[in-house]
T-cell receptor, first 113, second 116 residues
């Protein structure tokens, strides 16, 4: 079965600083990979996804992620964080693109002014 | 489009009571899922449907029933509520895998359930 590990439970960065959220997955074949963001009291919103092709994918709100097969990783990055990016971020993996995913435990991002 | 809607937003039950959490989507998505989210944990899949009349169990199905009589609706039934079912419940829908949006899940706003 596939699994996802997000090693950082909580990250604090200053506004304007760069951000990297880590995600490691366990799956035998090439997985479908996703990053979602959840604002307090809200549902999840897709930031970006990787199915195949270019290993660097661009998403909404200035986020990008890089798929590294050799490291089984799919880390999320943003060059300059805004206060509105404070939220919880979830990495997810799926065997197919049929809308059934396994989620990591999430990383809570705090942005300092 | 309203997207994915869930009712109620909040619910308090007593142990042993039953209830149905409603989920509807207006995007004509074939795939729908129910997840629960507990503090410090990610989302865990309860039940899943690939179309009307077809459902399957997820990671944590015990204590929950689903049915899918229409494409739009995917209700989740708690048969006899237990305190361990206190959680936030999210419904999600997803387009056909053969489309460009395949794999992307669209989430409802959630139902916060407390079982006393």
């Amino acid at each position: 079965a596939q699994s996802v590990t997000q090693p950082d439970i909580h990250i604090t960065v200053s506004e304007g600083a760069s951000l990297e959220l880590r995600c490691n997955y366990s799956y035998g074949a090439t997985p479908y990979l996703f990053w979602y963001v959840q604002s307090p009291g809200q549902g999840l919103q897709l930031l970006l996804k990787y199915f195949s092709g270019d290993t660097l994918v661009q998403g909404i709100k200035g986020f990008e992620a890089e798929f590294k097969r050799s490291q089984s990783s799919f880390n999320l990055r943003k060059p300059s964080v805004h206060w509105s990016d404070a939220a919880e971020y979830f990495c997810a993996v799926a065997r197919t693109n049929a809308g059934k995913s396994t989620f990591g435990d999430g990383t809570t991002l705090t942005v300092k002014p | 489009n309203a997207g994915v809607t869930q009712t109620p937003k909040f619910q308090v039950l007593k142990t042993g009571q039953s209830m149905t959490l409603q989920c509807a989507q207006d995007m004509n998505h074939e795939y729908m899922s129910w997840y629960r989210q507990d503090p410090g944990m990610g989302l865990r899949l309860i039940h899943y449907s690939v179309g009307a009349g077809i459902t399957d169990q997820g990671e944590v199905p015990n204590g929950y029933n689903v049915s899918r009589s229409t494409t739009e609706d995917f209700p989740l039934r708690l048969l006899s509520a237990a305190p361990s079912q206190t959680s936030v419940y999210f419904c999600a829908s997803s387009p056909d895998p053969g489309t460009s949006g395949g794999g992307t899940q669209y989430f409802g706003p959630g139902t916060r359930l407390t079982v006393l």
